[in-house]
């Protein structure tokens, strides 16, 4: 009877995840008809599933359990992805959401329905192997153990010589289980080595006694602005306050399309072909502002309580003068809120470099903007996410091409609050004379205008370009008489119009910082102040592991899918600065 009832647990568990399986089936048979890869798919498929089995007679009850916990909880991280993402979870996502697992207390409001339901399959495929039963006699015990680590050690070393490919449509349970043991093979070999200090020399700063600021948005895509776009949302930087002069650098690429990724490489200055190297040996943009004798403060405004974000940590904090969070701030006001804080900065004659992370229009974004921002309609339904940073379950959103008109509306909306009215904020209270600010945005977002359904709006395994689409600006208030050395930055924004990188951030503010910008390009490549020669595009397989090369999604500005006016009816008049102050929302 026990033997019944663990069999019919385990087949539950597998059924639940046998979407990808069928997917897997599909596309082998489909639009082309391939028997080789189809037997050689089934030999695999059938080679995880004795493995499952055979785990579950295992005679020895700490190791029958010792099983099932590693089988069935490293698939849950797997079975969560594929739900919520609709795909296949490739080895590089697993790893992204590795390293984003300090934002697991948050995530489970983003993905509740799905880890609930991967959870559910991970307890039934607990307690199918787990629970006793009878099956073959003890004699078969070390076949038993044998056959379910056969399996594990052989997908795993599938995996190692395809880069890291090779699971998709497998059980949710043995490809988990191979990425962990993947990702503990390369943390215990990898060669880890302290981080350089820094060596360059400081010249003279350009900026003379100024801050330098890099204001870093969250999922802003650049062409749903108005100073890239004629019907592009308001972003307060087309007729700023008199003094501030706005450099457009146009639609930029960033350096990948998920946030850990690009603020990691923001921070230590990795390059196109070095970028592992330089981001796990170099020294980050802190040490090189204390070196060259600014004071530095960090402004994360999503996270609170001191949670590390987009894998900071202790060591880095170390170089780090200052860290500002938001606790008591309502999430719908912590963007303005920055912007104040950072106009205090600037302000205080002091020499700073600053680095403000902001929430921008990261999912959800059904209540990041007040009413009185609610320009664009209809709109996804209100009230539900006040509290939720970026992440919050995906009711009221379906992923339907009738869901996404609402979601692009309330992005826009968003845009309007957490770039317009911030940038109004910021301009009308800050003094910029002798500082510069950089602003872009970690990547920019699918939102779906070329159609179709899903929920993955960046971070997907084959990307759109939209994904990798940003702003990318400077803001500097000109001097009368400025420095013979002082960047032109008007000349540097026409030259490096749509065809600028988030890669050219770092040697950029590095010569900001006062170091030899020779020495600096040697290391770091060329800054915006030099007419980029790489292509448009930015890196979608940046976890490049086990003989994988980085995967480049070019940007054809000519292809972009723009965002369709047919979205929205829109209320009379824009928002302008000092209007609609926001007081919360209905």
Same mark, same amino acid.
Request: with cysteine.
């Given at each position: 009877m026990l033997a019944k009832l663990k069999i019919a647990l385990i087949s539950a568990a597998l059924l639940l995840g046998t979407a990808q399986t069928i997917a897997r089936f599909e596309s082998l048979v489909q639009p082309e008809f391939q028997p080789f890869g189809l037997a050689a798919y089934g030999v695999l498929l059938g080679v995880c599933l004795a493995g499952i089995f055979s785990a579950a007679f295992i005679p020895v009850a700490t190791v029958r359990w010792a099983m099932a916990a590693a089988i069935s909880l490293a698939g849950i991280i797997v079975a969560t992805y594929e739900r919520t993402a609709g795909d296949h979870m490739p080895y590089d996502a697993f790893?992204?959401? $590795?390293? %984003?697992?300090g934002s697991l207390h948050e995530a489970w409001g983003q993905y509740a329905d799905a880890m609930m339901i991967g959870g559910v399959q991970g307890l039934l495929l607990l307690l199918g192997i787990g629970l006793n039963g009878r099956g073959p006699a003890k004699a078969h015990g070390k076949k038993l153990i044998a056959v379910p680590l056969l399996a594990l050690f052989a997908l795993t070393g599938i995996l190692f010589m395809r880069g890291g490919d090779g699971a998709r449509g497998l059980p949710a349970s043995y490809a988990g289980a191979a990425y962990s043991l993947l990702y503990g093979y390369e943390r215990a070999t990898e060669e880890i080595k302290p981080r350089e200090p820094v060596r360059l020399s400081v010249v003279r700063p350009p900026n003379g006694d100024g801050d330098i600021v890099l204001l870093v948005d969250e999922s802003i895509s650049g062409h749903y602005l108005d100073i890239?776009?004629?019907?592009? $949302? #308001?972003?307060? *930087?087309?007729?700023?306050? =008199?003094?501030?002069?706005?450099?457009?650098?146009? *639609? &930029? &690429?960033?350096?990948?399309?998920? =946030? %850990? %990724?690009?603020?990691?490489?923001?921070?230590h200055g990795g390059t196109r072909d070095a970028y592992r190297r330089i981001n796990g040996t170099m020294p980050s943009i802190w040490a090189y502002a204390k070196k060259a004798g600014l004071e530095t403060v960090y402004i994360d405004v999503p996270r609170t309580k001191r949670i590390f974000n987009n894998l900071m940590d202790k060591n880095e904090l170390r170089d780090i003068d200052q860290w500002i969070e938001f606790d008591d701030v309502p999430v719908q006001r912590r963007d303005y809120a920055a912007a104040e804080t950072l106009a205090g900065f600037l302000n205080d004659g002091k020499r700073q470099f600053i680095y403000l992370q902001k929430i921008g229009a990261h999912f959800p974004i059904h209540d990041k903007y007040p009413d009185a921002y609610m320009r664009y309609k209809p709109v996804l339904p209100r009230g539900q996410f006040l509290h939720i940073t970026d992440t919050g379950d995906r009711e009221g959103f379906s992923g339907s091409q009738e869901s996404w008109v609402l979601y692009r509306n309330a992005y826009r909306n968003t845009l309007l609050w957490n770039v317009g009215a911030f940038f109004d904020r910021l301009l009308g209270e800050a003094d910029l004379t002798g500082s510069t600010i950089i602003y872009t945005s970690d990547h920019g977002q699918n939102l779906h205008e070329r159609g179709g359904t899903? $929920? $993955?709006?960046?971070?997907?395994?084959d990307p759109q370009p939209e994904e990798g689409l940003v702003p990318l600006v400077v803001l500097e208030s000109p001097s009368a008489a400025p420095r013979p050395d002082a960047p032109d930055w008007a000349v540097a924004a026409g030259q490096g119009r749509d065809r600028s990188s988030h890669f050219q951030i770092f040697p950029t503010v590095l010569a900001m910082m006062g170091y030899d910008p @020779? @020495?600096?390009?040697?290391?770091?490549?060329?800054? *915006? #102040?030099? #007419? &980029? =020669?790489?292509? *448009? %595009?930015?890196?979608? @397989?940046?976890?490049?592991r086990f003989g994988r090369t980085p995967r480049w999604r070019e940007i054809d500005l000519d292809r972009i899918a723009h965002p369709p006016d047919s979205d929205f009816t829109a209320s009379p008049a824009r928002q302008s600065a000092g209007t609609a102050r926001a007081t919360g929302t209905k």
């Open positions: 790893i992204s959401m $590795v390293n %984003a697992s890239n776009s004629p019907q592009g $949302v #308001r972003s307060g *930087l087309m007729a700023p306050q =008199s003094g501030v002069a706005v450099h457009n650098f146009g *639609l &930029a &690429a960033s350096i990948s399309h998920c =946030s %850990a %990724a690009v603020n990691y490489t923001l921070r899903g $929920v $993955v709006t960046h971070c997907s395994p @020779q @020495q600096v390009q040697a290391i770091y490549g060329s800054d *915006l #102040r030099t #007419r &980029a =020669s790489a292509p *448009l %595009a930015f890196n979608y @397989q940046f976890n490049a």
